[in-house]
């Protein structure tokens, strides 16, 4: 029995089980954690309980369809693999092992700016699509040499991240020493090593790539690539203004996908700037703390959005019934992060693959049990009212019923 299958694992909290027993705790806070209080990052899970299902009994499904479809690619189930920085550090072949798994179960990868392999060569190993996220590391330039190869590579997006001003206070990565073990001296990396060492499985696969990797699509010109840095450091020159948008137009022709779209303005003002979709998000929680959960400010940014452009959502979903809920408050398919990277971080591409498979077989169960044969289907009538006038207030976290 392979540790991976049930009942070792039946949901994603025991791939997280996985994960932390695997990795140092410097590299697992890195994935688990979020900004200041962790205020954010656990009301995108919780907020998923204030939703109740209002399910069609006495019905039987021969089919059920989990496909959709979104920027005019088809996807097998309504799931793409959000950008997930430093993917090499929780396993060695990290984003070459997610956009593979993806592509097998016929969902998108997202490729984060901060990737320690190639973006050619995480394309080149994914069969579905493959969108490329950036970050302005280094300044336009920069930008424009990564925007080039990842036409020429053939990604078929450019995710665009706006709530980066600055990083957040990962109040984790500051206790677990991570500028000390990026940058500091060796006598400064001295208190954190012993946990590192209590980790061999991890740390022999490390040692065996060639330790810390280097950021391969960054390439400053003159200069070159840039070796892994703090997030601090990476995020503090990585902002993205409005006023970028112009600019990145015209470097790039194919559709731009708005993330971390927070209010019905920011959505609006995505839409004028052309976006061909927007993701409702607050990074996982890991950026501004105290921002509503993404699945209450949901409906305000689709009801701004009107139908005019997709509405996508990421934070908080570890269930197929999460997926369902945000689908039923009108987004057209979710982002999954953490849900994969437990997954990614155990075993590799086959951790990704069991994470998927759980998320496919929990959707397909929820779909049926409501009584609804398909996702593009799924509407508000499918959840609680209660819920529905609730949502209406995105900064009110207090439950009415
Ligand atoms: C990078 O984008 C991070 O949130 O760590």
């Given at each position: 029995?392979?540790?991976?299958?049930s009942?070792?694992?039946?949901?994603?909290?025991?791939?997280?089980?996985?994960?932390?027993?695997?990795?140092p705790?410097?590299?697992?806070?890195?994935?688990?954690?979020?900004?200041?209080?962790?205020?954010?990052?656990?009301?995108n899970?919780?907020?998923?309980?204030?939703i109740s299902f209002?399910?069609?009994?006495?019905?039987?499904?021969?089919?059920?369809?989990?496909?959709?479809?979104?920027?005019?690619?088809?996807?097998?189930?309504?799931?793409?693999?959000?950008?997930l920085?430093?993917?090499?550090?929780?396993?060695?072949?990290?984003?070459?092992?997610?956009?593979?798994?993806?592509?097998?179960?016929?969902?998108?990868?997202?490729?984060s700016?901060?990737?320690?392999?190639?973006?050619?060569?995480?394309?080149?190993?994914?069969?579905?699509?493959?969108?490329?996220?950036?970050y302005?590391?280094?300044?336009?330039?920069?930008?424009?040499?990564?925007?080039?190869r990842?036409?020429?590579?053939g990604?078929?997006?450019l995710v665009i991240?706006?709530?980066?001003?600055?990083?957040?206070?990962?109040?984790?990565?500051?206790?677990?020493?991570?500028k000390a073990?990026?940058?500091?001296?060796?006598?400064?990396?001295?208190?954190y090593?012993?946990?590192?060492?209590?980790?061999?499985?991890?740390?022999?696969?490390?040692?065996?790539?060639g330790g810390?990797?280097?950021?391969?699509?960054?390439?400053?010109?003159?200069?070159?690539?840039?070796?892994?840095?703090d997030?601090?450091?990476?995020l503090?020159?990585?902002?993205?203004?409005?006023?970028?948008?112009?600019?990145?137009?015209?470097?790039?022709?194919?559709?731009?996908?708005?993330?971390?779209?927070?209010?019905?303005?920011?959505?609006?003002r995505?839409v004028?700037?052309?976006a061909?979709?927007?993701?409702?998000?607050?990074?996982?929680?890991?950026?501004l703390?105290c921002?509503?959960?993404?699945?209450?400010?949901?409906?305000?940014?689709v009801g701004?959005?009107?139908?005019?452009?997709?509405v996508?959502?990421?934070?908080?979903?570890?269930?197929?019934?999460?997926i369902v809920?945000?689908?039923?408050?009108?987004?057209?398919?979710?982002?999954?992060?953490?849900?994969?990277a437990?997954?990614?971080?155990?075993?590799g591409?086959?951790?990704v693959?069991?994470?998927l498979?759980?998320?496919?077989?929990?959707?397909e169960?929820?779909?049926?049990?409501?009584?609804?044969?398909?996702?593009?289907?799924?509407?508000?009538?499918?959840?609680?009212?209660?819920?529905?006038?609730?949502?209406?207030?995105?900064?009110?976290?207090?439950?009415?019923?």
């Open positions: 029995m392979s540790r991976l299958t009942p070792k694992v039946v949901n994603i909290e025991d791939l997280r089980r996985l994960a932390k027993r695997r990795l705790k410097v590299i697992f806070d890195y994935i688990d954690g979020g900004a200041d209080g962790e205020i954010t990052m656990r009301e899970c919780r907020a998923f309980y204030d209002r399910p069609r009994n006495a019905v039987s499904l021969a089919n059920c369809d989990l496909s959709t479809r979104t920027l005019g690619l088809g996807l097998s189930l309504p799931v793409l693999l959000a950008p920085g430093y993917s090499r550090l929780m396993h060695r072949r990290g984003e070459l092992a997610a956009a593979a798994a993806a592509g097998r179960a016929g969902i998108g990868y997202i490729l700016t901060f990737s320690g392999h190639k973006l050619e060569d995480v394309k080149a190993t994914s069969a579905g699509p493959v969108w490329f996220q950036l302005m590391v280094g300044g336009r330039e920069t930008a424009e040499t990564a925007i080039e990842a036409r020429t590579a990604y078929s997006a991240t706006i709530d980066t001003a600055v990083a957040g206070m990962r109040e984790r990565d500051f206790r677990n020493g991570v073990l990026l940058g500091g001296s060796l006598l400064a990396k001295v208190p090593l012993p946990n590192i060492a209590a980790h061999p499985v991890w740390l022999a696969s490390f040692l065996m790539d810390l990797p280097t950021l391969h699509n960054i390439v400053i010109p003159g200069k070159g690539t840039l070796p892994v840095m997030v601090d450091t990476a503090a020159s990585a902002t993205v203004t409005w006023n970028d948008f112009t600019w990145i137009r015209q470097v790039w022709s194919g559709p731009i996908v708005v993330k971390g779209v927070l209010t019905g303005d920011d959505a609006r995505a004028d700037e052309g061909a979709a927007v993701v409702v998000s607050n990074h996982g929680g890991r950026q703390d921002v509503p959960a993404s699945v209450r400010a949901l409906p305000e940014v701004a959005v009107n139908g005019q452009i997709d996508l959502m990421d934070g908080g979903i570890r269930r197929g019934s999460d809920k945000a689908l039923c408050l009108g987004a057209r398919a979710v982002l999954i992060g953490r849900a994969y437990y997954g990614l971080a155990a075993a591409e086959a951790g693959t069991r994470a498979e759980i998320l496919r077989d929990d959707l169960r929820t779909l049926r049990l409501l009584g609804c044969e398909s996702v593009s289907e799924l509407n508000r009538s499918f959840v609680s009212e209660a819920y529905s006038r609730l949502s209406s207030q995105p900064r009110n976290f207090q439950m009415v019923e």
